[in-house]
């Protein structure tokens, strides 16, 4: 398959998997509490990959590590809590329309501090986009008029981290296959997420009963196939296309996360 067919399809395929990540993560918060969705989506996704690809990690050079730390913590540890907090408080669709100011932080960034160029009809499809996105937003608030519009701000915070994490691959990490990249970027974050749980009292004060277990199920669901595969994906897409057009798949998220919803 030529590589502009191919990106194609991992745009659409991440736009259907993503799209569906926002449902599950409404459903797992029924018996799990944010900080918990955060972590355990981490931990089991760092789990899944070290089964598939930790051999990956010895054909890292050293050179490299230092961005891979960086990127695990950007790319996918902060925004898993910011994105299991906003979605407990707000519409999961509503989310996800907000998670499309991604393609504007990716080029604003990428110009600014990684040196990459646009070209203009790149510049005018973000601008489009986000003209599309600003006009979903209002009429999200319009029709969702009691939610805690607050938590918005964490998404935008999170579009910034996909935006960082989007350039910082492109830029010092091209060298390397995406399952490297991604079991690297998340074996880093084992220890850490183990400290979240251990300090939020799961260990201690998790119960087990149908809420809490299907809380599981769907995380576990969300981990493995919403963030284990994902990630593959999305990081060899990152490697055969732009950072514009990777990140633009938050534009197609919003068509399924909003038919979930």
């Given amino acids: 398959m030529k590589l502009n067919q191919l990106r194609w399809l991992y745009l659409i395929a991440l736009s259907i998997i993503w799209g569906s990540s926002f449902i599950l993560m409404k ?137 960082l994490n989007v350039n910082i691959l492109k830029k010092y990490l091209y060298e390397l296959d995406a399952l490297s990249i991604t079991v690297a970027n998340f074996v880093v974050l084992i220890i850490p997420t183990i400290l979240v749980l251990l300090f939020s009292g799961f260990f201690t004060d998790f119960e087990v009963n149908e809420s809490s277990l299907k809380g599981l199920f769907y995380l576990t669901i969300l981990a493995i196939v919403g963030t284990g595969l994902a990630k593959l994906m999305f990081n060899r897409l990152i490697q055969i296309s732009s950072p514009i057009f990777s990140s633009s798949v938050t534009y197609l998220i919003p068509i399924v996360a909003i038919t979930w919803g």
């Fill in 27 to 163: 459903y797992a918060l029924v018996g799990l509490s944010a900080v918990q969705v955060g972590a355990l989506r981490v931990f089991i996704t760092a789990v899944f990959l070290i089964l598939i690809g930790f051999k990956r990690l010895f054909k890292i050079e050293k050179r490299h590590w230092y961005y891979l730390v960086l990127n695990g913590f950007i790319g996918s540890f902060i925004p898993s809590f910011l994105m299991a907090y906003t979605v407990e408080k707000m519409d999961s669709s509503i989310v996800s329309i907000l998670n499309s100011l991604t393609p504007l932080n990716t080029l604003i960034f990428g110009a600014l501090l990684f040196g990459f160029g646009f070209r203009k009809r790149q510049l005018a499809g973000v601008l489009i986009g986000l003209l599309g996105t600003l006009m979903l937003i209002l009429k999200g608030a319009e029709l969702n008029p009691n939610q805690d519009y607050f938590y918005s701000s964490f998404i935008l915070v999170a579009s910034i981290c996909y935006a």
